[in-house]
């Protein structure tokens, strides 16, 4: 596999925010993997390098999820929420990845 640069500017943005629902943990503690809200048109590879930078692990595979924004109402008016990009990034066995603030 060859290895790809990307730009670490583009690289920094990729990831939005770390996804901490009940379906995360247990998806978490389950595959040692961790989700991620990541921008519309990131790719998996983009993905797991901006892991991979950021964190200093090492990424056994990435799965992406795309979830359509739910139409809601604001009174009289109809909105929609954004449409949302998830990617459970798995890793390697031995690699741990520590979101929460707490001291280990």
Known sequence: MIAVKYDEGRLMQVLVAPIVS????????????????????????????AVELMFKVEVKAVSVLNTKGKTKRFGKSMGRRDNVRKAYVTLKPGQELNLSGEAA
Do not use: H, R, Y
């Open 22 to 49: 009940e379906k995360a943990t247990m998806v978490s503690e389950k595959s040692n993997s961790v989700t991620f809200k990541v921008l519309q048109d990131a790719t998996k590879p983009e993905i797991k390098a």
